[in-house]
């Protein structure tokens, strides 16, 4: 069993999300991947690198033959793969969009840390607009906002987008304007990107390493639209609004 394979049996899984409904002929890739992270699993008597498969052995290595955990870690690498790969695509399209941004982040070369805090910023603006859609969360105890009366174990959608594109939490909600997270930092307040609480993503510093890494690569190039379309939505729950597959830009290094 290689880990190298992994890649590949996630680009074969057929649905749009590993939890949806499919024919038992496209669910063979997500077996595959179920007894690939099997294998590795019992290959792994002392884990060398820190992974959530590593702590699940460490716990008790009974779980490596429960398909539902094993279901689970796929659907947090598919989950993660295509949020990340949304999270780059928008980084493009705005930084075609926004030149200007990009010269600011290139005239900070000098100083490391400014330009970093100026990607990030970037980065957290993209998030604000255009990936940050909502938040499911499964009511515990029955509560009342205003008029509204949610029973226990109700399941909660909040409107993250409707938050942050409200003039009532952020002043010209609709224009872009990474300005507003100055030092590319924010606090809680009505900006959630990683959600909140005991559930707040944990892969929050990883995507926004990379996507300050990838926004500073970008600053190097002159970056230029040259098709685009309407955006898309594989589904109106689980995905995130992307850029059209008709999208393409062009860079040419300064």
Known sequence: ARVADVPGLLERLA???????????????????????????????????????????????????????????????WDGRNMLQTLLLWLSKRAAQHPGQLERIRASGHDPAAAESLARAFVLEVLRLDVSRYIYRQVASEFRIRAWRLPAGWLLRICQHEMHTSAACFEQPRE???????????????????????????????????????????????????????????????????????????????
């Open 176 to 254: 872009f304007n990474p300005e507003r997270f100055p030092g590319g930092r924010y606090d809680s307040g009505w900006f959630w990107p990683f959600s909140r609480g005991v559930h707040r993503c944990f892969a929050e510093h990883f995507v926004m390493w990379v996507g300050a890494q990838f926004v500073q690569a970008l600053a190097s190039f002159d970056v230029q639209l040259r098709a685009d379309g309407p955006d898309e939505r594989i589904n109106r729950h689980w995905a995130f609004p992307r850029p059209s597959r008709e999208f393409r830009v062009e860079l040419r290094r300064i």
């Open 15 to 77: 649905p749009p999300h590993p939890l949806m409904p499919v024919l038992a002929a496209d669910r063979r890739p997500l077996v595959e991947l179920i007894g690939l992270l099997r294998k590795i699993g019992a290959a792994c008597d002392v884990p060398t690198r820190p992974s959530l498969l590593a702590q699940l052995l460490q716990r008790d290595r009974a779980l490596i033959d429960d398909d539902v955990v094993l279901a689970n870690l796929v659907t947090m690498l």
